[in-house]
Structure formats: structure tokens, C-alpha cells
């Protein structure tokens, strides 16, 4: 899981934005149609940025909010922001894949809920440290 583990690949179902562990942040890496769906580009989170961590065996009952922008179906996609009364979050979901939640201090969003394969390395990462 290297920086250049995003170059050459399509996006296909079952895959959604990729989270690359880097040794000073967490890199968010949206492909073009999420980024035109999101209006947002690829974003990374400093690693003492990330108060919590959670891997999630299904993700959608941790969605709240209402999407603005983005594109969703409940249970199939859910790409773009989610915004409530007490704050914000990004998602990034496919499927009822397995996945992370995040919680952010100093951050646009208040929680990152993405699906990914890497969810136990990311949960170490952030409760371990390096």
C-alpha cells in the first residue's frame, strides 16, 4: 500500500476511492467520477488529525445526514459530503462492503466513512501509531 499503488487502475464495482497510508497522512484518492460527483478532489489527513477509529463490518447504518453534493443509492453507492445539524462528513461507500469510520479534529469534515479492504491496517496505524 504505497503511493503508487492508485497508478493504472479503473475504478469497477466494489471499489470505491482508495486510502493509501503514507508515513505522515492518510491520502483520500478519488478517481474522476467521484471527483466530478463530489466537486472534491483527492485529500489528505494528517495522521494526529484522526481522533478515532473504527473498522465497520457494514457501514450504512453509521451514514446521517442529508448528501449534499454527491451521489447516492442507499446500500449501492454513496460518494460526496453528508451534512447534518452538528456537522459534516465525507463518504465514500459501495456496496455493503466492509470499511472505516473516521473521526477528524481540524478537518472540513467531521467524520470519514469509506469502504476499504484496508480497514484493520488503518485502525492499527491510528491506534498504534507507525
Known amino acids: ?3 503508487d499503488d492508485t497508478h493504472g487502475r479503473e475504478w469497477h464495482p466494489g471499489h470505491m476511492a482508495d486510502l493509501v497510508l503514507e508515513p505522515t ?3 483520500v484518492r478519488l478517481r474522476g467520477w467521484e471527483r466530478f460527483g463530489t466537486f472534491q478532489g483527492s485529500f ?3 495522521w494526529d488529525h484522526i481522533v478515532y477509529a473504527e473498522a465497520c463490518s457494514d457501514m450504512w447504518p453509521r451514514v446521517r445526514g442529508w448528501r449534499w453534493p454527491g451521489i447516492g443509492i442507499p446500500h449501492v453507492i454513496l460518494v460526496g459530503r453528508m451534512r ?3 456537522g459534516r462528513d ?3 461507500l459501495i456496496g455493503t462492503k466492509p470499511g ?3 473521526e ?3 478537518e472540513p469534515y467531521d467524520r ?3 469502504t476499504t479492504p484496508h480497514a484493520p491496517q488503518i485502525v492499527q496505524r491510528v491506534t498504534q501509531g507507525p
Open 112 to 114: 470519514l466513512l469509506a
Open 44 to 46: 489528505d489527513i494528517p
Open 90 to 92: 465525507f463518504c465514500a
Open 1 to 3: 500500500m504505497g503511493p
Open 104 to 106: 477528524l479534529k481540524d
Open 25 to 27: 497522512h492518510l491520502a
Open 100 to 102: 472505516i469510520v473516521l
Open 84 to 86: 447534518y445539524r452538528a
